[in-house]
């Protein structure tokens, strides 16, 4: 069965800052790989997808993942952030169904 | 395209009361979802369908029904509310996938229910 980690449940940066939120996988089968934001009292929004071919994702907003094989990560980046990048983040795997595993999320809190 | 919509967006009920949870989508996507989101705990996947008249439990499906009469809509249906049914419940649908490649799925906005 899949799993997924999301390393931190809370990462507090200041604006104009990097930032990067973890999340590891596993699975022994062929896996997808998404990040989605959630922003406060909304649905979530897709910000980018690993399906297959180059392991640099990019996504909207500026964000962009890395998909490392060898350590089972998907961690998602952002140069700089905004304030109105506030928000939850989940970063769920899916397999060859239509199913999809979901971590805990993490939030993210950029501060003036 | 509205995209996946819900209704209610918010509704409080008590214990022992019914409710239907209602969700649309105008994609023609053949599977939709339904999960639920509690606090720190990530989504879990309640029931799921692949088209119309097939429906299937998911990860968390005890106390709830579905029904999938039509592509576009999959309500679903709490008999007996209970207050461990308080949380945020999402429907999402998706494209179908093949054996080479899965698709994201879209959610809609979600309904906070509340038991009391």
């Known amino acids: 069965a899949q799993s997924v980690t999301q390393l931190d449940s809370q990462v507090p940066v200041f604006e104009e800052a990097p930032v990067e939120l973890r999340c590891n996988y596993s699975?022994?089968?062929?896996?997808?790989l998404f990040w989605y934001v959630q922003y406060p009292n909304q649905g979530l929004q897709l910000l980018l997808k690993?399906?297959?071919?180059?392991?640099l994702v990019k996504g909207i907003n500026g964000f962009e993942a890395e998909f490392n094989k060898s350590q089972t990560s998907f961690h998602l980046r952002k140069p700089s952030v905004h304030i109105s990048d506030t928000a939850e983040y989940f970063c769920?795997?899916?397999?060859?169904?239509?199913?999809?595993?979901f971590g805990k999320g993490t939030l993210l809190t950029v501060n003036p | 395209n509205a995209g996946v919509t819900q209704t209610p967006k918010f509704r409080i009920l008590k214990i022992g009361q019914s409710m239907t949870l209602q969700c649309t989508q105008d994609m023609n996507h053949n599977y939709m979802y339904w999960y639920r989101q509690d606090p720190g705990m990530g989504l879990k996947l309640i029931y799921y369908?692949?088209?119309?008249?097939?429906?299937d439990k998911g990860e968390v499906p005890n106390g709830y029904n579905v029904s999938r009469s039509t592509t576009e809509d999959f309500p679903l249906r709490l008999e007996l509310a209970a207050p461990s049914q308080t949380s945020v419940y999402f429907c999402a649908s998706s494209w179908e996938p093949t054996s080479r490649k899965t698709y994201e799925q879209y959610f809609g906005p979600g309904t906070r229910l509340t038991v009391t």
């Open positions: 690993y399906l297959s071919g180059s392991t």
């Open positions: 699975s022994s089968v062929s896996v997808y």
């Open positions: 769920p795997s899916g397999g060859s169904n239509y199913k999809l595993t």
């Open positions: 369908s692949v088209g119309a008249g097939i429906t």
